[in-house]
């Protein structure tokens, strides 16, 4: 399902979800970086792509880049909640269902 809302702050603040991961050529070192920042006297959100340092800081080494990739949380704790609810009320549900909702 898809819910389309007309919020273009919320639009914006969508860029601090979206990022890469910059990821040391040399050892397990990793930044993720989003494509936003919050900033400015009002908290605007703004687009900042910089990486800083540009090396590793451990080895010194070159990162290799990965993404875009989705930053945020993966699922809304208070439907999964809901639905663990629901599911425990259910007649006949299986532990199963449990486990794949957790």
């Known amino acids: 399902f898809v819910e389309v809302v007309n919020d273009k702050q919320g639009v914006s603040e ?12 040399q050892c397990p070192t990793f930044f993720t970086l989003p494509h936003g ?4 006297k009002k908290g ?13 800081p451990e080895t010194g080494a070159n990162f290799k880049v990965g993404g875009p ?3 945020g949380a993966l699922h809304d704790q ?3 909640q809901t ?6 009320h259910e ?3 299986s532990p199963q ?3 794949i909702a957790t």
């Open 97 to 99: 269902m449990e486990f």
């Open 83 to 88: 639905a663990l609810e629901r599911l425990q």
């Open 69 to 71: 990739l989705w930053l």
């Open 44 to 56: 605007n959100v703004y687009q900042s792509i910089r990486l800083d340092p540009s090396c590793c």
């Open 91 to 93: 007649s006949g549900s």
């Open 14 to 25: 969508l860029s601090l979800q979206h990022g890469h991961v910059y990821q040391s050529t």
């Open 37 to 40: 920042q919050k900033g400015g």
């Open 78 to 80: 208070d439907v999964i």
